[in-house]
């Protein structure tokens, strides 16, 4: 007797290249299979960034007695986060494929904006809203130029460099000097918590983490995506909280030199902490960071695909230019004043830590971390050789050949990826 049973095949699970392949799903072992795949293709990430700046704490703790004392590492993390801030803004425009030389001077005149208005009277929290208006508008700017008009971003934000150092020069005049006296904002750079505040601060970012773990996890679950081993989170938090730990027991211990105590963590940590995490759930979790990677991997394609490129590139010269003018706030906090020539130098170091730390120039690859690293990597750089007391001239051949260097890498690994050669 025949059947009338149509027989079916069941769907075969999926292969496990399959799942290596999209580098998101899978056991331990196939994301640790995934990454080695990765890093032999060229895709190395951050990974020599951190093996430098390994290498650099040994050599320096070798060369100096000074260098891994607690007080040396908080004047270190005091000095990297106005670095930090700067690459986090820079990488934003750098996933385009595109650059901002005016960065550095437009945080600035933002800033020059800000001091003169206060010094005349103006109310601090609304001269400081000023200048944050400045680096939108500037921003804005660049964006017309470049989305609009077409005009290769080097050459508009060149054009600006240029220019704002003159604004910068009318604004304050030559040789002229304001010192930033608003209490609130010297605390930046100069207060710390209290102890007991670092390890709140340690809790709320293993919590964030976890929250956000989970949050990824139950969206992929109603999409019906496959999910990381639940292992791999519990040892991303594991991950956090060891090193965390370390970090803010040693900053908790008195660094101080004299009767008066001075210890825990600096306020401008949790304050950097906020703007990464804010900077990569953009990137990572909503529609614009994915558009901002599509147009840094193929604009055309993205344009076709229906993505506004235009206004996708716009935002990101804003957002990138106001936190240009951040990062010189944090600058102007260290030094206490500000002069004509504030950020002129900095927007290359910018530049420099987001590829030391990663970042591809030709776009479409990075993260706000890599940008990071990087950044901690050149401060490591310029604090060690200055506890050497080498003159600056070598604090610039060694962090021109570390760029050189980072900059090799990315264009070797996107050979090796299968990337064009340019």
Known sequence: MSSNVTRTEAAPDPLASDLIGSGVEGGVGDQLRAWWQRVRGGDMGALPAIGGLVVLFVLFSILSPFFLTERNFANLLNQAATLVVLGMALVFVLLLGEIDLSAGVTGGVGMALFVVLAAQGVPWPLALLIGFGFGFLTG??????????????FVVTLGLFLGFQGLALVIIGPGGLFRLEVPELLFLQNG???????????????????????????????????????????????AIAVIGGVVVYVLNQNRGQSVIEVAGVPVVVPVVLVILWLGTFLLDRTKFGRYIYAIGGNAEAARRSGVKVRWIKWWAFVICSSLAVFSALLSVARVGSVDATVGRDIVLSGVAAAVVGGVSLFGGKGRLMHAAIGAIVIATITNGLGLLNLPAGINLLVTGGVLILAATVDALSRLRSGGARV
Not at 141 to 152: C, E, T, Y
Not at 193 to 219: E, H, K
């Open 140 to 153: 804005a700017l660049i964006g017309f130029f470049v989305a609009r008009v077409g005009i290769p971003s």
């Open 192 to 238: 710390n918590l209290p102890v007991w505040g670092g390890w709140v601060m340690l809790a709320i970012m293993i919590a964030i983490s976890a929250g956000t773990s989970f949050w990824d996890r139950a969206r992929r679950a109603r999409a019906g995506v496959p999910n990381r081993a639940l292992s791999l989170v519990w040892f991303k938090l594991a």
